[in-house]
């Protein structure tokens, strides 16, 4: 534990910034995120909902799950995820992952579009209004 870490190409890889978001998507702000959001196809219990305070919770369809996320410029969205106990379901969205390897988030329209550091879209999740 005392010891100074040892920088792996997997890390360097991990700790790289992420690609600007396309022009075709609109950062998404700080307060853009929060609400709740579910996935724009598939299973209609999986949600995740961002509140203002820096939380998220939510389900892929049979599991609850939550963490803490934060905003930045330029669509920047991080997020870190609680322990959870999974059970198995058929058919489950993967709410959780989607959220925790975004790096840069943006509109398409009212649709938020989840990206990880490469820039390959995780995810596309509706508003609920």
């Known amino acids: ?21 396309p022009a075709t998507l609109v950062p998404a702000g700080q307060r853009q995120p ?10 209609k ?5 961002f509140t203002a305070d820096g939380e998220w919770h939510g389900s892929d369809g049979c599991n ?5 996320w ?7 969205l991080l997020a870190c995820a609680r322990p959870i106990t999974l059970a198995v379901c058929a058919e ?7 959220v925790t390897t975004t790096r840069r988030a943006g509109l398409d329209g ?7 550091a490469q ?7 509706s508003p609920t209004n």
């Open 1 to 21: 534990m005392l010891e100074p870490p040892v920088v792996t190409d997997e890390a360097r890889r991990a700790l790289t910034p992420a690609v600007a978001l």
């Open 34 to 43: 929060v609400g709740r959001w579910v996935p724009a196809s598939g299973h």
């Open 45 to 49: 219990a999986a949600y995740v909902e």
């Open 64 to 68: 609850d799950e939550s963490g803490r």
């Open 70 to 76: 934060i905003a930045a410029a330029g669509g920047t």
């Open 92 to 98: 489950s969205v993967p709410i959780g992952q989607w």
């Open 110 to 116: 009212e649709v938020l579009v989840l990206l990880d």
């Open 119 to 125: 820039g390959d879209e995780t995810g596309r999740l």
